[in-house]
């Protein structure tokens, strides 16, 4: 499963930079060092205007420049974009661009292409959302100095320095996996202003070189409506907090309270850079908590400090993960534990490296652009066969007519050939796969209400019903890939061979091997199906059936795939065992057949079984 794109609230107030059409408009980011840009992503701005598209004000063209000198006397050019249709640029989502190769200090987007301002015919603009520039997996445009030409500044909302704040439209870095726990909580206090009496606490273990510090608010279940929970109004950001070393990373102290020092960030993460920072332990200490308001029953107000995670961020790598927690009080109450500070998850999601999740991103849109593809592929020759049928009926000739008549005729049984092929493969797979788990969930079902008439009804026999639904969940999750197959190259075909294998072999002692490496391209359907196929039935057969203490599944990806299931059980009499109905070893010699594909099974009374399988390569 691949991450999504959240949008989110932006009640931090940093939307972005916005711009006005110039002869010379670009925006320039300082790294302070000379950077090797592995990967440059530009976000859009999204101010969520009613009425105006999503991504409203994103250039039309840009070019991207790297140098070392500031003045650009002396530069490398990296990339250059134009929109593929009028206004297409305004509904994008992200633009990423590989980098070549060239170091420098500055990097610089020169915007060719503005876009009509609504409300002043008469002028032209532009917006940006945020700049992330990727160097051994850290961004290190992140809290980099930016300086701009043909600027339109509105403070917070439309300022330079907001291309580098690490504030999106969306939430960055979260994945699809769901997380186990809300995060860290403090206890409850009566009043708001506590001059740093509350504080958390990561131990990093040794001291060491700082990159980044990222601090994910809290946004629990059970408070839906209430992102950026218990996120401090007056805080400080410490490191080793009261050693002869401490130093100041953030100050947000001003205005004194009740002012607002730092307009609360909702969902989204806040990042700083911590450039030439080395230190062991990163503290946060509160000045003033956040106000829950009544609720508790012990006071009219309560106030508290909370959030999902804390990130310690060197070279790409996360040096809080999993590391000690100390603090000054915490909560007791169920989903909120210190521990879950550094666990890797935020209230709601699993927290991924920026690599990582930009790869996501982009391979989901990567697959949602196929899609467009392949569905205007579709309309376009549904519309080309439409005119060539209309033309041929206007100009054909009677002969030319019936000829047309005997291949639609020809054609039709054709295809219901196909879909009746297709009706009995399903059919098969569906009695295959399901129909043995239904007749057993219905058998421990009617047990289950037997047992609850006598009063005898019992936790085994609902988690053995518990535990086949879920296997027929499996299963029928196994049928629709098989009937669509999602693998669109070899190597997600191999990974779904070894997933397929560990859940089958899930409670017995098992070894997975992969040798190889799986070829370019993508593989023919027919082919994934029928090789997925053929492994469940050699596995299913081997747990069933051969009482082993081992199962050891190997694939190498040579010249062939060769498909090798070797158990240490019982075996059988393979000459003796074809006369006997129920064995399978004719499912799996029609199964390699169909592959074009040689078969050893190889089997004796008390030598357990080894079945290999060397089929050729079938491309799409």
């Known amino acids: 499963m691949l991450p999504k794109l959240i949008p989110s609230l932006q009640t931090h107030r940093r939307i972005g930079f916005h711009g006005h059409g110039a002869e010379t408009a670009w925006v320039i980011v300082d790294f302070g060092r000379e950077v090797t840009p592995e990967k440059i992503v530009l976000f859009p701005a999204r101010p969520a205007i009613a009425g105006d598209p999503p991504s409203a004000g994103f250039p039309s063209s840009l070019q991207i420049d790297i140098s070392s000198d500031k003045g650009f006397s002396t530069s490398v050019h990296v990339a250059r974009w134009k929109e593929e249709a009028v206004s297409a640029g305004e509904r994008i989502d992200f633009l990423s661009f590989k980098g ?150 953030l100050n947000e102290l001003e205005p004194p309270y009740p002012g607002e020092a730092l307009p609360n960030p909702g969902s989204a993460q806040l990042m700083f850079a911590t450039p030439g920072l080395t230190a062991q332990r990163i503290r946060i200490t509160c000045e003033a908590l956040w106000r829950r308001g009544p609720g508790s029953g012990r006071s009219p107000e309560e106030y508290l400090m909370a959030m999902s995670e804390l990130q310690v961020w060197r070279e790409g790598k996360n040096l809080a993960a999993g590391r000690p927690v100390e603090f000054s009080s915490s909560s007791t109450e169920p989903g909120w534990t210190p521990t879950a500070l550094t666990d890797g998850y935020s209230s709601r999601e699993e927290l991924l490296d920026w690599p990582a999740w930009l790869t996501g991103i982009e391979r989901a849109e990567a697959l949602r652009a196929e899609l467009r593809h392949v569905q205007l592929s579709i309309q376009i020759q549904r519309e080309t066969l439409r005119q060539r049928l209309l033309w041929g009926a206007i100009g054909s000739t009677l002969v030319i007519s019936l000829l047309g008549l005997i291949g639609f005729l020809w054609l039709r049984a054709r295809a219901a050939r196909v879909q009746e092929e297709l009706r009995s493969s399903i059919a098969r797979d569906l009695h295959d796969e399901i129909g043995a788990s239904l007749s057993h969930l219905a058998l421990q079902s009617d047990l289950a209400q037997q047992q609850l008439l006598r009063g005898e009804l019992g936790p085994e026999r609902l988690a053995a019903i ?82 082993a203490e081992n199962i050891r599944v190997s694939f190498d990806w040579g010249e062939t795939l060769v498909l090798e299931v070797e158990d240490n059980g019982r075996g059988f009499d393979t000459v003796a065992s074809r006369d006997t109905s129920g064995t399978g070893l004719e499912n799996l010699e029609q199964r390699a057949a169909l592959l074009r594909a040689s078969l050893d099974i190889r089997s004796g009374p008390g030598e357990g079984t080894t079945v290999r399988l060397s089929v050729p390569f079938s491309k799409g």
């Open 466 to 547: 518990s535990a086949g639904a879920r296997q027929t969940l499996d299963h029928m999750r196994d049928v629709i890939w098989l009937l669509v197959p999602r693998a669109s190259n070899w190597s997600e075909l191999s990974h779904r061979l070894q997933s397929i294998s560990s859940r089958i072999l899930d409670g017995v002692k098992h070894e997975i091997v992969v040798e190889g490496e799986p070829p370019e391209g993508k593989p023919a359907i027919e082919w994934s199906r029928n090789v997925v196929t053929f492994l469940k039935e050699v596995l299913t057969n081997a747990r069933r059936h051969s009482e």
């Open 100 to 249: 070549n190769g060239t170091s420098g200090r500055f990097l610089r987007i020169r915007v060719t292409g503005f876009r009509d301002d609504p409300l002043q015919p008469s002028r032209q603009y532009y917006r940006l959302g945020e700049v992330i520039v990727l160097e051994r997996g850290q961004n290190v445009a992140l809290s980099c100095p930016v300086t701009s030409t043909a600027s339109t500044e509105i403070s917070r909302r439309w300022e330079a320095r907001n291309l580098t704040d690490g504030y999106l439209w969306c939430l960055p870095l979260r994945g699809p996996e769901s997380s186990p726990t809300n995060g860290y909580r403090s206890e409850i206090a009566d009043r708001a202003v506590v001059s740093d009496a509350a504080w958390v606490e990561v131990d990093l273990g040794v001291s060491q070189p700082i990159d980044e510090v990222h601090l994910v608010t809290a946004y629990p279940r059970d408070f839906a409506d209430q992102p950026g929970f218990g996120f401090p109004t007056h805080f400080r950001v410490l490191a080793d907090a009261g050693t002869a070393d401490a130093t100041e990373i």
